[in-house]
C-alpha cells in the first residue's frame, strides 16, 4: 500500500467499533463505505482481554459518549466481533468490491488476520506504537504496515520502525534494541521499510481540534524517514483530511458511522455516510487539481490566450520610416502579433511601410 507522492490518495473508511458489536450494523458501515467511494473499510480485531486489565480506565472521552461507571474491559467486551463475523464482513466487503482491512490489538488477532484472512497490510494503532512484540509480529508476517503515530515522538517513531526493520530482515539475531537499531541503519532494513510501511500522522484525541492536527508533521517524518505518509483524522468535518491531500497525503482514514448521535466511543469523532462521500469527492478533486507540477499552458486556456493578451500596435498612424517612439508605439489587445515584450528592441527601429492608428506592427 506504499505509494508515491503522484499517486492516487488511498481512502479508509474507520468504521472499527462504530458497529456497536452488532454484525448486521458492521454490514451497513461496509456498503455506506463503498457507496461513499471509499477504497477500503477497517474494523478492530481484538480480545479484550488480551488488550486491558479489569482495572483499566475508560479514556474521557470514552466516559463521555458511554456509561462512566461500565469499565473498559466491559466495554470492549460489548464491541468485540467474532471470527465468524470477521469472515462474513471480509466476504461482504468482496461482493461490494471496497478492501476488507483490520487493526490487530494482540498477537492472536493478528495471527488470525493474515492466516485465516489473508490480509496483505495491517494497520497499527497509535496506542500499540510502542507495544515492541506486536510490531515484531506483523513485520515477521511480511505484510505492508501502515502505522498511526498518534501520541509518539519521533524518536518514538524511529524506534518502532527498528523493531519493523529488524523483523522484515528475518534476522536470526535475538530481538534487543541494539539490534533493532542496527537494522534501522542498515541498508535492506532502510528499503523494506521504505516498500512496506506508510506512517499516518494522528491526534488520538475524539474529536481532536483542528488546531492539533500538525499536519506539517507528515512531512517532518518524511524527511527524516523517507517514508510514504498520511493522515489517521480525528478532527471534525472533512477540511483537515482535504487538507492533508493537498499537502501529499498517500493514505487518508477517517472514522465513519451511521449516526453521529448513537451511543459509543467513538461515533462523535465519525463522518456520517453522506459526509464521508463529500470529503472523497473533495480528496479526488484536490488530486486532479494538483497536477502534474509541470509549469505550461493547460489545454482549457488556450482558447484565451490570444484574447487577453497584448499585441504591438500604432497608437497613431506610423509612416513609412518613421521611427517607432514610446509615444506612437504601444499594446492593446488581442494577443495575435508581436509581443509586447520586444517593446524596446522596436524603439531602436523604423516603420517599413505605413501603419494606421491601431494596426498591429508586423515584421
Known amino acids: ?32 463505505a463503498a457507496d461513499a467511494g ?24 470514552q466516559k463521555a459518549a458511554t456509561d462512566a461507571g461500565e469499565s473498559q474491559l466491559a466495554m470492549l467486551k460489548r464491541l468485540e466481533l ?10 461482504h466487503c468482496r461482493r461490494r468490491e471496497i478492501a476488507f482491512l483490520s ?23 497509535s496506542g500499540e506504537i510502542t507495544n515492541g512484540p506486536l510490531l515484531l509480529e506483523a513485520a515477521r508476517r511480511g505484510r505492508d504496515i501502515v502505522l498511526s503515530t498518534g501520541m509518539s515522538t519521533l524518536g518514538e517513531v524511529e524506534d518502532a520502525l527498528g523493531v519493523l526493520a529488524f523483523g522484515f ?10 539490534a533493532f537499531r542496527a537494522a534501522f541503519d542498515s541498508a535492506a532494513g532502510r528499503e523494506a521499510l521504505r516498500e512496506r510501511v506508510v506512517l499516518l500522522q494522528c491526534t488520538s484525541e475524539y474529536p481532536a481540534p483542528a488546531s492539533e492536527a500538525n499536519l506539517r508533521a507528515m512531512d517532518a517524518m518524511h524527511d527524516a524517514f523517507g517514508l510514504g505518509v498520511g493522515l489517521s483524522d480525528h478532527t471534525a468535518g472533512i477540511v483537515v483530511p482535504i487538507a492533508a491531500a493537498a499537502l501529499g497525503a498517500a493514505i487518508i482514514e477517517k472514522h465513519l458511522t ?61 509612416g513609412a520610416g518613421e521611427r517607432f517612439t514610446e509615444d506612437n508605439l504601444g499594446a492593446r489587445r488581442p494577443g495575435a502579433g508581436v509581443s509586447p515584450m520586444e517593446y524596446w528592441e522596436w524603439l531602436e527601429g523604423r516603420a517599413d511601410d505605413d501603419i494606421p492608428a491601431g494596426a498591429p506592427v508586423t515584421r
Open 169 to 178: 530482515s528475518e534476522s536470526h539475531a535475538a530481538p534487543s534494541r541494539r
Open 103 to 125: 487493526t490487530p490489538f494482540d498477537r492472536e488477532s493478528l495471527r488470525f488476520l493474515v492466516e485465516e484472512l489473508g490480509l496483505k497490510t495491517l494497520k497499527i494503532a
Open 1 to 32: 500500500m506504499t505509494a508515491s507522492p503522484d499517486s492516487r490518495v488511498y481512502v479508509i473508511a474507520e468504521a472499527g467499533v462504530n458497529h456497536n458489536g452488532d454484525p448486521d450494523m458492521a454490514r451497513r458501515l461496509i456498503d455506506a
Open 258 to 318: 451511521l449516526d453521529r448521535s448513537l451511543p459509543g466511543p467513538d461515533h462523535r469523532a465519525s463522518l456520517e455516510p453522506d459526509e464521508f462521500k463529500d470529503m472523497v469527492g473533495a480528496i479526488r478533486t484536490v488530486e486532479r487539481a494538483l497536477g502534474d507540477g509541470v509549469k505550461a499552458p493547460m489545454p482549457s486556456e488556450m482558447k484565451n490566450r490570444d484574447v487577453v493578451r497584448r499585441s504591438l500596435v500604432a497608437l497613431g498612424p506610423i
Open 82 to 91: 467474532s471470527p465468524a463475523t470477521h469472515r462474513h464482513l471480509a466476504e
Open 38 to 61: 471509499a477504497d477500503a473499510v477497517k474494523f478492530q480485531t481484538f480480545r479484550a482481554e488480551a488488550l486491558v486489565t479489569e482495572a483499566a480506565p475508560k479514556a474521557a472521552y
